[in-house]
């Protein structure tokens, strides 16, 4: 732009050049025939020559005057320029408006920006709220006052009835005013407007205030806009208030198991379901990792009853993913002015322990259930692999000295129905692979060992973990996770170790057909002494070979 216009300016100076070539030409011309001797007679010679003189003199001093506008042009086309460019880029829009109250040209980029078109000629206020004609209509009144104002120089902000910000297209943006001085008393008065994208700003701040008061992961409420709330409620007349204190059961082991993140989803599920149970006038809040606390003021402890009641059936409602979402909950009112927070809080927080305490086996229970389910329904275990298992691993324990009603009974029966639940925190393109893995999914495969030993100490079962974890050790050591060997490995993981093998061999699988009885146990004996303790494969081969067992 700055180039074509410089170059316009050399053309135009070019041209006036070739015109006083033509006056230069005339003047050599003329003095060629006054120095001529055929005129030296002729008595007005003196005067033309002053005349050709003067005009040579005059000739040189418009050259003068020609390039001094040259040069000044140049400068001043320069320096707007550059002011244009620095404007385009202060990241902010410039606009002016004269008693019109129409936007004069020029105006900045970031104008083009804002309003994602050319803005020339538009009304100024109607540019910038279409819709508001009231303030459309303060707006022109009050520019027109400031465009006859006399004063000079001064700014105009919100204080002058003038808006400060407007929004348009997701963007918000603030607003300058500033009445230009005039240069000459034939200049007209105008109005800088200056527009400043703060939208970036403005969310930041919201932010900032939102997390100030509210969790960021569910979006409730935190515990220091429930101080506020109460610090409210207490300078108010006095009305009923009760509060409920939850606790997510199971979140640990989500956690644990399938990630953080998955965990993270299970809180903010829960947060919705408290939301919609409690209702708009609750005030509903997340109190640390696992726990939320709700405030319902005016509610008795009858109404507080059946919102809790609500809770339990909006759980119960919503489809396990992972789990089934469930809360131990307790519980208190407020029922007089002399009462204060402080005993809502112990007596809530003691009756939901309490809760969570006599409802911990039944809870275990639970999670088990839906958590061998879950396995069912992903294809990850067989129900009635887990069924053949159990009843071999019952039969052979009890072989071995192990009494049916013992504790350790009662481990491997859950050691059977979970095995293998590592493998629901794993990939399952992993499993529909097809053929066999690559190392790096067999790497990934054999994590879920440990992924298991995870779920089963976060159901409280210490035991079981352990078995889990040691579920593929061998007995020479060659196994996995951790290479253990002979009675480094739990006897329960050496155990079911052996019948899982043999109910593997004797039931078809993807490309392998099904061993028999006797052929099963052969390869048990073969790998005696290295896969599997010898004393565990000579008592398993005996049961079986002197039973009938389907």
């Excluded at 004393?535 to 398993?540: G, I, K, N």
């Amino acid at each position: 732009m700055t180039e074509r216009k410089n170059g316009e300016i050399m053309v135009k100076r070019n041209k006036d050049f070739e015109a006083f070539h033509e006056e230069r030409e005339t003047l050599r011309i003329a003095q060629t025939e006054v120095r001529s001797t055929e005129h030296r007679q002729n008595g007005l010679l003196p005067g033309y020559e002053r005349l050709a003189a003067r005009y040579e003199k005059l000739l040189k001093e418009m050259n003068k005057v020609l390039h001094i506008s040259d040069t000044q042009s140049l400068a001043l086309h320069r320096m707007e320029m550059e002011l244009t460019a620095l404007l385009d880029n202060a990241g902010q829009g410039f606009l002016t408006i004269n008693r019109s109250l129409a936007v004069q040209k020029p105006y900045s980029s970031e104008c083009r920006r804002i309003f994602g078109r050319k803005i020339g000629g538009a009304p100024f206020a109607e540019l910038l709220w279409p819709e508001d004609t009231d303030t459309r209509m303060r707006v022109e009144r009050l520019l027109g006052q400031m465009l006859e104002d006399r004063d000079g120089e001064r700014p105009v902000g919100y204080s002058d009835g003038l808006p400060n910000s407007f929004e348009r297209d997701g963007l918000r943006i603030r607003i300058d005013y500033k009445r230009m001085a005039m240069s000459t008393a034939v200049d007209e008065p105008r109005i800088m407007v200056i527009l400043t994208d703060i939208t970036e700003q403005y969310k930041s701040k919201e932010q900032l205030e939102f997390l100030s008061t509210h969790d960021p992961l569910t979006g409730m409420f935190n515990r220091n806009y429930v101080d506020k709330w109460l610090s409210e409620f207490r300078r108010g007349a006095f009305r009923p208030l009760s509060m409920v204190m939850a606790d997510m059961n199971g979140l640990k082991l989500v956690n644990d198991v399938f990630g953080h993140l998955q965990g993270d989803e299970m809180l903010t599920r829960a947060g919705g379901i408290i939301r919609q149970a409690f209702g708009e006038d609750a005030v509903c809040s997340r109190w640390g990792g696992d726990e939320f606390l709700v405030l319902l003021p005016g509610a008795d402890a009858d109404a507080c009853a059946e919102k809790i009641a609500k809770l339990r059936e909006a759980c119960e409602a919503v489809a396990a993913y992972p789990i089934q979402i469930s809360m131990a909950v307790g519980s208190a009112t407020m029922n007089g002015p002399d009462e204060d927070e402080s005993r809502l809080f112990l007596q809530a927080e003691k009756e939901m322990y309490k809760q969570k305490l006599l409802e911990s086996r039944r809870v275990r229970k639970k999670l088990i259930r839906e958590i061998s389910e879950a396995m069912y329904d992903r294809g990850i275990e067989d129900p009635l692999h887990v069924e053949r298992v159990s009843k071999l691993a019952l039969g052979l324990a009890e072989r071995i000295g192990i009494a049916p009603e013992s504790p350790q009974a009662a481990t491997l029966e859950l050691l059977a129905r979970l095995h293998d639940v590592g493998n629901i925190a794993i990939p399952q393109d992993v499993f529909r692979h097809g053929g066999d893995l690559t190392p790096e999914q067999w790497e990934i495969v054999r994590t879920h060992s440990e992924i298991g030993y995870r779920l089963a100490f976060s159901l409280g079962e210490p035991a079981l973990a352990e078995a889990i974890l040691s579920v593929h050790e061998r007995w020479d050591g060659s196994g996995y996770p951790y290479g253990l060997r002979e009675d480094q490995i739990p006897e329960l993981s050496r155990l079911f170790a052996v019948v899982d093998a043999y109910d593997a061999m004797t039931h078809e699988r993807p490309h392998r057909r099904a061993l028999s009885r006797d052929e099963a146990l052969a390869e048990i004996r073969k790998a005696s002494g290295k896969q599997f303790e010898p004393r565990l494969a000579e008592v398993f081969s005996a049961w079986l070979s002197g039973e009938s067992y389907g």
